[in-house]
């Protein structure tokens, strides 16, 4: 499930828009309050936020986007598959398995909105950035739509590609845009991290990719992006585990719990590095600092005694049981 729980963040930032100057600076506080909520899980405040995005310049991609990526992130957020468990086969699920077919069909009229916005803008400035951008934007939403709820993945591929092919222009016109650099860096991380057959079956469409690329490349967004700096966090917490880079995962897992109190996701994912650090310290026979120890398991005790959260309470258990199997 690790690359479906990925592709949900090919795009999912967008930027400052191309209006005078009063507009674009309300639109880019809107968007950043938007924001601000989802990553908190407050996700009807964000939508408020995007919808004022969307009167104030209806013409502009930015709103339609910002609101197909809400519906998005909280359709995978209460999905089974961003909760189950890192470390073992074994998955928490939850009642609701299963796409809300009314959210569904919302996220596909915002996708395609923003997509039909940015065509507009580019049949008049085919040299557009940002229609550029949120173009490359919605399909990389529909991309992992694809991947992730549709299983169409071939189909995911090339949407993904185009979305690649759209921003690489970007960078070409305006190289400082960095965050265009999120959806191009993924997709060398993920081709450079297939097996060969599949690599070969990527390169039939004209894609190729490398793995440490791909991380300069996230790590770059990380440092400079504007809108996108926070999503390659959370992508480079799940690679830096991938790649045994422990140290790294719990700094960036750290920063965003800090920064979105209410994100308890945050906080699984700051406890996750750790206990896999302590395993692999076990398993090599290494030493394991005590006090990280202490520290993974009053995550779950302060996860367990918020009362604002009780009804994640069985998933908190779920995970601190799985914690302890795996550190036996």
């Known amino acids: 499930m690790f690359w479906t729980r990925i592709l949900f963040l090919l795009l999912l930032t967008a930027t400052a828009v191309a209006q005078p100057a009063t507009a674009a600076a309300q639109l880019d506080t809107l968007r950043a309050e938007g924001y601000q909520a989802l990553y908190n899980l407050d996700y009807e405040t964000a939508r408020r936020r995007f919808q004022k995005m969307i009167d104030l310049a209806p013409d502009h991609p930015a709103g339609p986007q910002c609101m197909a990526a809400s519906l998005w992130i909280q359709q995978l957020n209460e999905s089974w598959e961003l909760k189950s468990t890192l470390y073992s086969d ?11 077919q009314r959210q569904v069909e919302e996220f596909r009229k915002w996708t395609r909105r923003a997509k039909q916005l940015a065509e507009a803008r580019l049949k008049r400035n085919e040299r557009d950035v940002e229609a550029l951008y949120f173009l490359g934007a919605a399909e990389g939403l529909e991309a992992a ?41 993924l997709q060398n991380y993920v081709i450079g991290s297939l097996p060969l057959p599949l690599k070969m079956l990527a390169g039939t469409v004209g894609v190729r990719g490398s793995k440490k690329r791909g991380l300069k490349e996230l790590e770059h967004v990380a440092r400079e992006g504007h809108t996108g700096r926070d ?30 109190p209410r994100n308890y996701l945050f906080k699984l994912q ?59």
């Not at 074994?90 to 809300?100: G, I, N, P, S």
């Open 145 to 185: 739509f694809s991947a992730a709820v549709e299983r169409k993945f071939m189909s995911a591929l090339r949407t993904g590609s185009s979305a690649v092919d759209h921003h690489r222009k970007v960078l070409e016109l305006s190289p400082e845009f960095y965050d265009a650099e999120l959806t191009i860096g």
């Open 231 to 260: 999503v390659a966090r959370v992508l480079l917490i799940d690679l830096y585990k991938r790649e045994k880079r422990w140290d790294d995962a719990i700094a960036t897992a750290r920063e965003l719990s800090e920064k979105y």
């Open 270 to 328: 700051l406890a996750d590095a750790m206990a896999l650090k302590v395993a692999a310290a076990r398993k090599a026979k290494k030493p394991v600092n005590p006090a990280e120890e202490r520290e993974l398991f009053a995550i779950f005790e302060l996860l367990l005694r918020d009362k604002t959260l009780a009804a994640q309470t069985r998933l908190f258990q779920f995970r601190r049981n799985e914690t302890l199997r795996l550190l036996k």
């Open 90 to 100: 074994k998955a928490y699920k939850t009642e609701k398995t299963k796409a809300d």
